[in-house]
């Protein structure tokens, strides 16, 4: 597997800043960056102290729900106002599709992560740390358990413990409450909301949970300073900088380290050096799988919240995938609801009947057996999970495939008249998914009683 | 506790609830149903899964599930009734249920009785819009030999697992794989074994789990529920048995908050079909010489019982089963005590009413502090729904000791004592402890004794209220009348009929009377009568006819015989009732008892008369020695043996060993260990049981040969196979 492209593409650098294409794996080599300065200086402070430059910095989280990580902090009860352990979680179970973020800052500065960990576990004064990680990354956990290791030998840890747990392969644990579900050693499956988890998280507990890349950035908030910090990207509200996660059909796909603000057309094309071999974006798989595809006339949006947000668009995790001409959106979608099918808990009504009802109609339409009401009844499946499941993972299933229906509503009515896929075997969503055979999901999927 | 009250504004009607209350309840407050498949408050904390009671709330863009979202001040809540986007919510989630249900309801043993068609036709679409092929599953797995699984009907509400995981704890029932492909089954697919399981049938809001019994057995417009109360145990479960031409099919819970919570065990839900056992005898059978027993008409019955007795007059020695109703004991021992100057009685156990100075219904265990379980018998073989409550009351916080010496029993608030025997004398030496504790004018505190049999002591209250005269020792029994199938299927019994001149038994089954009889009367179960029933908290109940029994009623011919003895008996169980109340119960008249009866007091309880006759003498395990506990399993009894889907529910032949003293032995799990006694062992495989006191080893009776006391216990010599 060739090494992904890992680099600040421009501003300032604050999650990789002393990374210069070395991974600063060793205790010494992010010493030597000025690493856990910023711990000695918060650890000086009063915990609220360091909440509220949190709050000040509006960093907001990096999983995909873009909630301001010091607010969320500040919702985690003192340990004079509760008899219980106070708990921290990082979601490091990264599973959205096209994002490649956490593992490289776990695989190029862990330290910096733990670094994190360790300012928020003052901040809210919580002396657990539990890291879910992603069974599959063996590696990133590796690097990750190593460094762990270091930092409590050099006696950093302070009293905190960090346990690094790796998770089962479930998508689902990446929502925060399946995650404590899972974290408890049951079944990975949401808890309903409220309570929330800073009320009521792992063991009934309190507990805070956040991405890698939030609880990564907070060093960097403090080593600018939260009115700094505010400052960078697209304030107010899209502050700092992202991981962009570039991907699809482009010249240099990479993870790259840019303010909130940039356009995507300057990540694509600048950044990622366009699309190659003169092929034409058709769309951009926008924040992850989970949302609606971006069409190529909305390229000049800025990448921050508000922005994309007023044309229907979300950040989600800084997923950028580029999607080309030769693509069938029909196949595209049929790929992402086959996804969500099989990563569906099962829990919730809507999404578990929904998610293969639309897979169904979706394997219709790219058969050609598909009726032009059917669009509309997609439509409909669709607009009957949003926004009533247990979690949001039914959602992130229907949003997406409305998107396809909607947007190339021709390209979907083609396939009726074409009696078939119009573009056969020549899309197969190549540099964009694997192969269906070497799916999982997708090989189960074909195998389910149907 | 005063919870603070909210004000809750739902389908513009105002209603005050205590906050935290979800918006299901706060709905009911309100006079207003939110539809639910999976809310189920006995269940524990609400799933929010089915996404059925969906609801619009003032300020909230998103519809919210009424179930888990609670009642907070000034909240405008508005359900399908009248807010358009909850009924298009709710008309969603009928939708996506109905997509892969199999709409088989016409040959569904359900439809008729079930929640998902009544919501379907309250809620949901008129039509499908699915032209996809359904998902289809194997059909119908039996996940028991009582229990069919059909997983296409199956909505997923997770009733059932959560009942496993929360209510009976067995954990047994699950839901594997994920998303659409999700299905129940149980733990590595083993049977799904214990004593609450038939529970799950009438949790499932859809025809997923059903009883095999019931399959294809009736339709909802051709059965009668008569409500009734279980017999087969000292609980006295309320119960609905399903009737249909004659014929009971099914035996349902019928909630009675204080006694059961509408949990009802396996033995009293499927082994109603021993009415029907091969074996059921529906004619008197007389002992011909040379020819053995042979059937004979009624009169020739009652002409030779009467000369029986007659012939036996002062020494007729009865033995009661503690299974009969107070009215059957009352008419029998009206006729022997005061027709036949027979005073002499072998009562079921030993009951005293000194606990009833601590009465307090089941459900105070769930309220309580500490419980304390005394006793080796485990709860659950006796009184299986005590179980669940004790379950509750640990899951509520409370701690569960064994031990009343224990310092937290004098500092906790409400206590509750449990003795579960064996011994405790009928309830005195627990309402010694209570006494000690001081518990009888302490809130919320009081004491239980779990009887062997499930009428004791209204068996105790009856015949000690049929005559005041005590009459004089006997020195050889001239007639052994035999009440009931379990006093018919003990050898104790048997051996005592071995002394007896003649011997009347009065059984169902033809099995127990063979061979030792002189003359057989049919008898009738406690589906088949009415009556009362006194169970283990002193709560008089109401047995009701649910169908006639293919023989006359006990009370009929007793009070036949007892005209021919000019004692005057009226054959009608609401006469002797009052006969009886008059007495014991305060004169309760007969249709005051309740269909739902409440726990009252005992006025004039009557001082216990008669005794135990052959007392069990209790031997203390000195260090080191092990007690031998043979105790008498759930499933067991003459009902049990002749249900064959119960079969697999009896307990494997084991010896259970405290952790200890299997430790000091080094015996291990499924060692195959000798247990001995004055000369005779058995060999038994043994599981170690670390919630058992050290120097207590316990065994199922129907395994112990005979052995209990002290007992001497090693390892087996192994044995080649």
Known sequence: ?450 | MSAELVRVTIDERDVHVPKGTNLVETALAAGLEIPVFCYEPRLGEPLGACRMCLVEVEGTPKLQAGCTLTAVDGMVVRTARTSQQAAEGQNATLEFILVNHPLDCPVCDKGGECPLQDLTFRYGPGNTRMSFEKLTFEKPIPISPTISLDRERCILCYRCTRFSEGVSEDLQLIAANRGSLSVITTFEDLPYKGAFTGNVTELCPVGALLPTQYRFEARPWEIVDVPTVCGLCPVGCNINATVREGKVKRILSRNHPEIDEGWICDKGRFAFTHLRAGDRLTQPLLRVRRHGLEAVSWEQAVDEAERLLREAHGRVVTVFSGSETVEQVYALGTLLRRGLDSHQAMLPEEISGGLDAYRLPLSSIRDADVVVVLGEVPVVERAPIVDLWIKAARRNGARILDDADDPAVAEAERVVLIWSGPGGRGGTTVAKLAEKLGLAERDGCGAFYLPETPNGRGVADAWAACCDEEGEDIDSIGLLVVSGDEAAGDDNVRALAEQADATIVISMFGGLAAGWADLVLPGTGYLERDGTFVNLEGRLQRLRRTVTPPCPDELEWIAELAARFDVDLAPYPAAIFAEVSQRVYGSLAYGEVGEVAPLRGYPEAPEQVARQPLPVPEQKARRGQIRLVAYKPLFSGPAVERVAELQFQRPQPELELSADDARRRKIANGDLVTVGSNGSAITLPARVNRRLRAGIARVALEHSDGLHGIVEIAKAEKVSA
Not at chain 1, 232 to 259: K, W
Request: net charge negative; charged share 20%.
């Open chain 1, 1 to 450: 597997m060739s090494e992904t492209t890992v680099r600040v593409a421009e501003g300032p650098a604050l999650v990789l800043a002393g990374y210069d294409g070395e991974p600063l794996t060793s205790l010494a080599a992010y010493r030597a960056v000025g690493g856990y300065d910023e711990l000695e200086k918060a650890r000086a402070q009063d915990p609220q102290a360091v909440i509220q430059e949190l709050i000040e910095s509006n960093l907001r989280g990096r999983g995909g729900a873009f909630f301001p990580t010091g607010r969320k902090a500040s919702f985690i009860p003192t340990p004079d106002k509760i008899a219980k352990p106070i708990y921290i979680t990082v979601n490091a179970d990264e599973s959205e599709p096209g994002t490649f973020k956490d593992r490289e800052i776990m695989l190029k500065v862990p330290h910096r992560l733990i670094e994190g960990c360790l300012v928020a576990a003052h901040a809210i004064q919580s002396s657990h740390v539990y890291i879910y990680i992603r069974g599959e990354y063996s590696r990133e956990y590796e690097v990750l358990q190593a460094a762990v290791d270091e930092a409590r030998e050099a006696g950093l840890l302070g009293g905190v413990e960090i346990v690094i747990h790796r998770g089962a392969g479930a998508y689902i644990c990446g929502e925060e409450t399946a995650l404590l579900e899972s974290l408890e050693g049951k079944r990975g499956q949401p808890r309903s909301k409220p309570p929330f988890p800073a009320i009521s998280g792992v063991y009934a507990a309190p507990t805070l949970i956040n991405n890698v890349e939030s609880i990564t950035t907070i060093p960097a908030v403090l080593a600018v300073g939260p009115a700094e910090f505010a400052q960078i990207g697209a304030p107010p509200d899209s502050t700092g900088t992202r991981l962009f996660c570039l991907s699809g059909n482009v010249e240099r796909p990479g993870v790259y380290e840019a303010p909130h603000g940039i356009t995507v057309r300057h990540l694509v094309d600048d950044i990622g050096g366009g699309l190659p071999g003169g092929h034409t974006l058709k769309a951009v798989m926008m924040g992850g799988s989970s949302f609606p595809v971006m069409t190529p006339d909305d390229l000049d949006t800025a990448l921050d919240a508000d922005a994309l947000g007023a044309k229907g668009y979300f950040i989600g995790s800084g997923v950028v995938t580029v999607i080309d001409e030769r693509t069938c959106m029909v196949q595209f979608a049929l790929r992402v609801a086959q996804f969500y099918m099989h990563e569906s808990c099962g829990k919730c009504t809507p999404c578990r009947v929904g998610t293969r009802w639309l897979v169904q109609l979706l394997r219709a339409v790219e058969d050609g057996a598909a009726q032009e009401s059917d669009f509309d009844l997609m439509l409909d499946v669709c607009d009957r999970i949003i926004g009533k499941c247990l979690c949001v993972l039914g959602d992130s299933a229907a949003m997406p495939v409305a998107s396809c229906v909607t947007k190339f509503r021709d390209e979907f009515r083609a396939h009726l008249e074409h009696g078939g896929c119009p573009f056969g075997a020549d899309s197969q969503l190549a540099g964009l998914f694997a192969p269906v055979d070497q799916h999982a999901h997708t090989a189960a999927a074909e195998e389910a009683p149907v």
